[in-house]
């Protein structure tokens, strides 16, 4: 699944591209792709320019000139700019025919992301949005502690927890564990305020690193044809060797999610 390092760089990219354009019609070939009434959406959404592409968490908000809609990858879903006379592929759900004879086409092969309006003034007040916590680079340390402390989750767990911060999932949490030599089963409450401003510390370095490297590609991840480079710097996901210590790297899963880490490195505290 795109996180909040992928996310950003898909916003990065389409800028680049589409920024002022006006949509001049749209086709929905997945009406569940949409949430809500698809001819409200394309009707509301037509002849409207694109003025802006926000980012919160792993969400995009395309701010258009009266409306907005916020977007989802989920696990699979991908934009491309194609010009508008070539052939529809497969898995491609959404179509933004744009001024510019080019389209800003959805393709996702497994169908899980989601597109909603929104109130272009208030989206953040609004769900899915209004029920994420703050990103690390925004959340205050004294309000993260107090959230991790109020949590019966394990660290990891709770890395992946929207509601506490926005953005992190499975990749980067891995990676967050490792740097801070903690064992993800870690209860989450157990953390000092030494260790929950360390945690804010390295959740900011790892995603801000990520992000400069354009993500990290695991899968069919890009961004419009470009390819994220942060896995080369991964330590701890999809790792057999351990890069600090030499030992065995160690798979289990925990809540259900695959989790990697180092044994020897990250001790194990409840």
Sequence with gaps: ????????????????????????????????????????????????????????????????????????????????????????????????????????????????????????????????????????????????????HKSSLPIKTALLDQSIMAGIGNIYANEICFEMKIDPRTKASRLSKARVQELKDISVDVLTRAIKQGGTTIHSFDANGIHGLFQVELNAHGKKVCSSCGGPIKKIMLNQRGTYYCPLCQKRRY
Aim: charged share 30%.
């Design 1 to 148: 699944m795109p996180e909040l390092p992928e996310v950003e760089t898909v916003r990065q990219t389409l800028r680049q591209f589409i920024l002022k354009q006006e949509i001049l019609d749209i086709d929905v070939y997945y009406d569940k792709i949409i949430n809500g009434d698809t001819k409200e959406f394309k009707r509301r959404l037509a002849h409207q320019h694109i003025q802006e592409i926000e980012r919160v968490g792993k969400y995009l908000i395309f701010i258009l000139d009266h409306d907005a809609f916020v977007s989802h990858l989920r696990m699979e879903g991908k934009y491309h700019i194609i010009d508008s006379d070539t052939p529809i592929d497969k898995h491609t759900h959404v179509v933004f025919h744009l001024s510019n004879h080019q389209d800003l086409r959805y393709m996702d092969t497994r169908k899980f992301g989601r597109m909603e309006l929104v109130d272009v003034h208030h989206y953040l007040e609004q769900v899915p949005l209004k029920k994420l916590g703050k990103e690390p680079f925004d959340i205050e340390v004294k309000e993260l502690y107090q959230l991790l």
